[in-house]
């Protein structure tokens, strides 16, 4: 089981990107501000329920969002905004389906692949609820403009939805847990001298701490202990 392909919406600098992950190892290489960055965080903000930012939001959110409060949207013509994740897992039938099996949406035997979907979307109920509230608030606050109160309360119309979707049929779906997508899939970042998480992930430790610690805990290991260990692992 494996996951053969991600794709990416409207995440900072990642408009609409489609990742072909290789069979054993694949590197993520690229000039500074290119999306490297972006492309981690995004996994991180989704797998591991990281709060997002405004500024996570890419310009074609943005903008259209400030133009759909100027100019009010009728329903039939509302299309969600949303940043949106995809991994597409391959699995075989000689894999231990035991932990996604509930997730197989897909009654066709000839299609392996189980499809977890993460969006941070404004609903249309959501929309008609910030366009009110945002007109209440420049009576009260005319200095303002829509993106710094979009910067402090997307939280509040903005909503996390996780799902496992049909193969060809994103209308087909049942939302997952997180209990559900931890039995599938676990993502941690180790960072380097530059934090490749920002400040969602201050608190992880570092790659030269990691390795130092491990060098000297190395260092510390008694070659008694060693020959012990070694010799009860021989009795067993």
């Known amino acids: 089981m494996k996951i053969k392909r991600i ?3 409207n995440f900072r600098l990642l408009k609409d990107v489609v990742i072909d992950l290789e069979e054993s190892l694949s590197l993520v290489i690229g000039r500074n501000n290119c999306g490297k960055t972006s492309f981690l965080s995004v996994l991180n903000k989704f797998l591991n329920n990281k709060t997002f930012s405004f500024e996570d939001f890419n310009l074609d959110i943005q903008n259209p969002l400030k133009k759909a409060i ?3 949207i009728a329903q039939q013509d509302y299309k969600e905004f949303k940043i949106s994740l995809q991994l597409e897992i391959e699995y075989q039938e000689n894999d231990n389906l035991e932990n996604i099996s509930k997730l197989i949406l897909d009654l066709d035997e000839t299609i392996k692949v189980l499809i977890l979907a993460f969006e941070y979307t404004l609903t249309y109920e959501s929309y008609k609820k910030l366009l009110s509230d945002y007109k209440e608030y420049r009576t ?4 303002r403009d829509f993106f710094y109160f979009l910067r402090k309360n997307h939280n509040h119309y903005f909503k996390l939805h996780k799902k496992s979707i049909e193969v060809g049929n994103e209308f087909n779906f049942i939302h997952i847990k997180d209990e559900e997508i931890e039995k599938v899939i676990n993502f941690q970042i180790i960072d380097a001298k530059r934090g490749v998480a920002n400040s969602d992930n201050a608190a992880s430790k570092t790659l030269s701490q990691l390795s130092s ?3 000297g805990s190395r260092n510390n290991v ?6 012990d260990l070694q010799k009860k692992l021989l009795d067993m």
């Open 7 to 9: 794709k990416i919406n």
């Open 70 to 72: 100027c100019n009010e």
């Open 140 to 143: 009260k606050d005319t200095n």
């Open 213 to 215: 610690k491990y060098h």
């Open 222 to 227: 008694v070659i008694k202990d060693i020959t």
